[in-house]
């Protein structure tokens, strides 16, 4: 399935897209068609907050997708909402960490001219910076160049620590798109301010939907397309990835325990500049399009001055 986190009037929900008709049905408003299924009452927020729905995906999963094929059979039209209705919300709002890959693409790394590590290159971005499918990136101005990385991602199932590169699919849940948007200029200066770099507000879009893993089991080779204004700056494949997700699932878990709704990228194919007034689109086969207009906005200046950025 893909499944979405969306707003609708003043009310939020979750639901699964309808392909073929452009269309989400919504779980929170066929809470009981689901719990008729089930033959139980499930607490109501599962159909209305994407971790719980995960937490309880063993209970939930087989009635949840019964009622998506129902109402692509067109036997449901309660709850069942045009694309066009919704306002997408980035699929986990509220993730305990967000653990980012860098250079992981051969690719990328030709282009740098740098080294691999011996290791997955791993690092947190602030959960704070998210947004979804649509909202707008602000660029603070006069801060020197933001680049575009745009990545795959993984969503975790369960609390795990120390697990084996055998065991590290069985705990997620399934993959979408995130944009590790990064002030390029700032994280050149020095990798002291990298944290700073890729941790501003609105600098992480997710989305527009986690397609289950089950729906998309293999991810070594999947298409990538990076554009900027309807323009193709970059294309690549899952297959440059030289560490995939079960060896960083297993040296991230090694060291730090990863909870429910944790996400963790695969690093980026060759990035490249955005700038206020853009439109950002990444690609991902089997997935779909995260889109994000692009602004500029004012804040102070000092802080650019003193790192030489502005004069």
């Not at 009981?32 to 139980?40: A, N, P």
């Not at 040296?251 to 490249?272: C, H, K, Q, R, Y």
């Amino acid at each position: 399935m893909k499944l979405v986190s969306f707003r609708i009037g003043d009310r939020k929900s979750i639901g699964a897209v309808i392909e073929d008709q452009e269309a989400i049905i919504d779980f929170g408003e066929n809470f009981e068609r689901i719990c008729g299924k089930l033959g139980k009452t499930i607490p109501r927020e599962v159909f209305f907050d994407m971790k719980k729905f995960i937490e309880h995906e063993a209970e939930v999963m087989e009635a949840a997708r019964e009622v998506l094929e129902e109402a692509r059979e067109g036997k449901i039209t309660k709850g069942v909402h045009k694309l066009k209705e919704v306002k997408f919300l980035p699929p986990i709002e509220n993730p305990s960490k967000i653990i980012c890959t860098g250079l992981n693409f051969e690719d990328y790394r030709r282009i740098l001219g740098l080294e691999y590590l011996p290791v997955p290159q791993i690092f947190l971005k602030a959960p704070s910076a998210i947004i979804g499918h649509m909202d707008p990136i602000r660029i603070p101005l006069n801060y020197g160049e933001v680049y575009h990385e745009w990545e795959l991602a993984c969503i975790i199932k369960k609390k795990c620590k120390n697990v084996s590169e055998n065991e590290a699919e069985n705990y997620i849940f399934g993959y979408t798109i995130f944009n590790d948007i990064t002030a390029h200029d700032i994280e050149l200066k020095t990798r002291e301010l990298q944290q700073w770099a890729k941790s501003i507000d609105t600098f992480a879009p997710m989305g527009p939907v986690i397609v289950t893993r089950d729906e998309l089991r293999d991810v070594s080779n999947l298409r990538m397309v990076r554009r900027r204004n309807g323009v193709v700056e970059s294309e690549s494949s899952t297959n440059q990835m030289r560490f995939s997700f079960k060896d960083i699932i297993a040296f991230a878990s090694t060291f730090i325990t990863l909870n429910l709704g944790d996400v963790i990228t695969a690093g980026s194919p060759p990035a490249g500049p955005i700038y206020p007034g853009d439109l950002i689109e990444a690609e991902i086969e089997g997935i779909g399009v995260l889109v994000n207009p692009v602004v500029g906005v004012e804040v102070r200046e000092d802080y650019a001055r003193k790192l030489g950025l502005v004069r």
